[in-house]
C-alpha cells in the first residue's frame, strides 16, 4: 500500500500564475481533505470533497477551488497566486464511515509551493 | 467553535527525561482530539486520539495522553525521551465531518 501520494514534491510559481496540485488518497479511501501549512504555525483545512462534491470549506477564498475525480484522487486549483499562498499543502485520506467523524486521517508527504 | 491552543512553541529535554507536551482545547461539546507528529519534510502522523471511550489513551512509540475535562486539557507525554522523538507535534480537535483544527505545535528538542 502506498499510502496517500502527492504530486509535484516541490513547485515554484510567480505571483498571478495558477497551479494545479495532485493527490491520490490511501487505498479503501474514499475522502480527501486539503490542508495549507504556512511556515511555523499548524495545518489549516480548506476543503475536503466526498463522491466527487465538495462536503466541506474552511475560510478561504474561492481562488481555491478543487476537484475529486471517479478513483477518488484529488486536485487543488490555486489561481491568482499571491505571495502569502507559499505554503506546504498537504493531502489527507480518510474511510467515510456514516458518522466516525473521528476516524484517523492519513496525511501524504505534501506539495511545497513557493510563490515569487 | 472548537479551538486548540499548544502551550510552548519549543520544548527542550534530555534524552531519557519526561516529555511533556501541552494541550487544552474549547469546545461546546464533547470533543474528539488528536495528536500528530511531522518529521522534517514529512507529512503528519497520528499519534493517538481521543474519542471519549477512554480518558488515558496510549498511542505508538511510547506517547500517551490524558483526558481531564475539568482541566479542559489534552497534554501528551512519555516516560523516556529519544533521539528519535525529535519532531514537531500537533494538537487537534475535530469539527464537523473531519475537518481538523490544529494547534500552532510544539518542536521538541532531545539533547544526548
Known amino acids: 500500500d502506498a499510502g496517500v501520494t502527492q504530486s509535484p514534491t516541490h513547485l515554484i510559481k510567480t505571483r498571478g500564475q495558477q497551479v494545479t496540485l495532485r493527490c491520490s488518497p490511501k487505498s479503501g479511501h474514499d475522502t480527501v481533505s486539503w490542508y495549507q501549512q504556512a511556515l511555523g504555525q499548524g495545518p489549516q483545512f480548506i476543503f475536503q470533497?466526498?463522491?466527487?462534491?465538495?462536503?466541506q470549506r474552511g475560510n478561504f477564498p474561492d481562488r481555491f477551488s478543487g476537484h475529486q475525480f471517479p478513483n477518488y484522487s484529488s486536485e487543488l486549483n490555486v489561481n491568482a497566486l499571491l505571495l502569502g499562498d507559499s505554503a506546504l499543502y498537504l493531502c489527507a485520506s480518510s474511510p467515510d464511515e456514516g458518522t466516525n467523524y473521528y476516524n484517523e486521517q492519513f496525511f501524504g508527504p505534501g506539495t511545497r509551493l513557493t510563490v515569487l | 467553535a472548537q479551538s486548540v491552543t499548544q502551550l510552548g512553541s519549543h520544548v527542550s529535554v534530555s534524552e531519557g527525561a519526561l516529555v511533556l507536551l501541552r494541550c487544552n482545547y474549547s469546545?461546546?461539546?464533547?470533543?474528539?482530539l488528536f495528536w500528530y507528529v511531522q518529521y522534517p519534510n514529512q507529512g503528519l502522523q497520528l499519534l493517538l486520539k481521543?474519542?471519549?471511550?477512554?480518558?488515558l489513551v496510549k498511542g505508538i512509540n511510547g506517547f500517551e495522553a490524558e483526558f481531564k475535562k475539568s482541566e479542559t486539557s489534552f497534554h501528551l507525554t512519555k516516560p523516556s525521551a529519544h533521539m528519535s522523538d525529535a519532531a514537531e507535534y500537533f494538537c487537534?480537535?475535530?469539527?464537523?465531518?473531519?475537518?481538523?483544527?490544529f494547534g500552532k505545535g510544539t518542536k521538541l528538542s532531545v539533547k544526548p
Open positions: 469546545s461546546s461539546v464533547p470533543p474528539y
Open positions: 470533497y466526498y463522491e466527487e462534491e465538495e462536503r
Open positions: 481521543y474519542t471519549s471511550a477512554a480518558t
Open positions: 487537534a480537535v475535530i469539527r464537523g465531518q473531519g475537518n481538523l483544527i
